[in-house]
């Protein structure tokens, strides 16, 4: 389409590679942008409703359902929010363990992502199959560093997809050190296939284009956040979990069925690899920072199209994590530590791969949930993509429907949004007023 056209409405039915559905809006007046929106619009899922009423045991298992891509985060979350509730602490042998079961879903997501959803957007493919007419070699080796992280998540949660095996003080089941060490071999071809991904996405061209974030994400003191650690920010925010909703708060816009969510008086603000990246830099293992200074990345990095090297930079942590757990794992002497019903709240914060997920829980003295909130990364980034799009767009005013498609798909999908389980996103509507 010639940009001569002026046209008022532009449409594109759907695209898969961001799991959800969605459309895009766009309204120029010459070059200027005057409105965007990112519009999700799959009905409301009411998980927070389905948990009303149910025991706390129940919460890991019901919430794991919520996403197919990162279901340990929600699972995990709802575990450490349970335990704070409760008074329950648990064994260092646990704590382990859970890290690993992190390291499974971090390096099966973020191989997801950046093999077979962001890849094709810097190759110029409209999919990974397409990609792999070219570059198979890639494609599978995308392919077995996911297997590998499944393999971790099967594992330890007893399925590939809403693992089951976790509960609050710990495991339904004891691990064995030699079933964890069985997973060595494969976690050293993958640390070695996570350094070369680094290599191969640093090579692609990224656009000029640094907005200014306020970057959030956990901060442990002495390791890269998973599931513990204070809430901080590059600009002075440093909280605990239970501090939480002092200081962000969820609202709704009429485009969306996803709340949106600000820090109070702040506006928008960035979680996800970037923010973990440029905030914990320091405590990634040597490798991971070695990997990062070969291919020139220096904190901070500003720029969201980088984010696919940075994701990359975070497999090689992954997998760097899980083969240090399997070597320093010794079994405990029970798989959990009893939890007992008392009333009490509990709020928790932990890494998911796309930013931190918060959620907190009211019990009664029966341990019945009263209440429940949950806060997903995408829906706290979602204020943040509009104005990353509302910033990126103008430089699209020129370009034809097709480029400027490609163009506002590749930038949502620097956040890799989880809409919900499902695989269609993007229809992209632009109105031009001259």
Not at 49 to 69: K, N, P
Not at 204 to 210: A, T
Not at 233 to 244: E, K, P, Q, V
Request: aromatic letters at 8%; proline letters at 6%.
């Amino acid at each position: 389409m010639s940009t001569s056209q002026h046209p008022k409405t532009i449409r594109v039915d759907t695209l898969a590679r961001v799991e959800g559905e969605g459309s895009l809006y766009i309204k120029f007046q010459g070059d200027r942008v005057c409105d965007v929106s990112l519009d999700i619009y799959e009905p409301p899922r009411l998980f927070e409703a389905f948990l009303r009423g149910r025991h706390y045991s129940e919460a890991s298992d019901i919430t794991s359902r919520i996403c197919g891509i990162c279901p340990i985060a929600y699972q995990m979350s709802a575990i450490h929010a349970m335990e704070r509730a409760l008074g329950v602490d648990i064994e260092p042998a646990i704590r382990l363990l859970r890290r690993l079961f992190y390291c499974g879903e971090w390096i099966e997501s973020h191989t997801l992502h950046v093999f077979m959803l962001h890849a094709p957007d810097f190759l110029g493919y409209p999919d990974a199959i397409a990609m792999a007419r070219e570059h198979k070699d890639v494609v599978e080796k995308g392919l077995r560093l996911k297997k590998i992280g499944n393999r971790i998540v099967t594992l330890l949660g007893g399925r590939e997809i809403h693992p089951i095996s976790a509960a609050v003080g710990g495991f339904y089941k004891l691990f064995s050190r030699s079933e964890l060490l069985e997973l060595a071999d494969d976690l050293e071809w993958a640390l070695e296939a996570s350094i070369d991904t680094v290599k191969l996405v640093s090579g692609f061209e990224f656009p000029d284009f640094e907005p200014d974030y306020e970057f959030v994400a956990l901060r442990h003191p002495d390791e890269y956040p998973f599931n513990e650690g204070r809430l901080r920010s590059n600009r002075g925010l440093d909280i605990d979990a239970a501090d939480y909703e002092n200081h962000f708060v969820e609202f709704q816009v009429k485009h969306s069925n996803a709340l949106h969510s600000s820090l109070k008086g702040r506006g928008s603000y960035l979680v996800g690899p970037l923010a973990r990246f440029n905030l914990n830099f320091d405590l990634l293992p040597p490798i991971a920072q070695q990997a990062a200074r070969e291919v020139g990345l220096v904190v901070p990095v500003r720029n969201p199209f980088r984010s696919i090297v940075v994701r990359a930079i975070e497999i090689v942590f992954a997998c760097a994590e899980a083969l240090r757990v399997i070597r320093e794992y010794r079994p405990p002497e029970r798989p959990r530590v009893s939890a007992p019903n008392r009333a009490g709240t509990g709020q928790a914060i932990t890494e998911a791969p796309r930013g931190i997920l918060y959620h907190r829980y009211d019990l009664d003295e029966n341990g019945i949930i009263r209440t429940a909130k949950i806060v997903p990364p995408t829906s706290q980034n979602q204020s943040r993509i509009e104005q990353d799009l509302r910033e990126f767009a103008p430089r699209l005013a020129a370009s034809s429907i097709e480029e400027a498609t490609w163009k506002c798909e590749q930038a949502v999908r620097n956040y890799d949004p989880c809409i919900s389980c499902a695989t269609h996103f993007l229809k992209l509507r632009i109105e031009r007023e001259v």
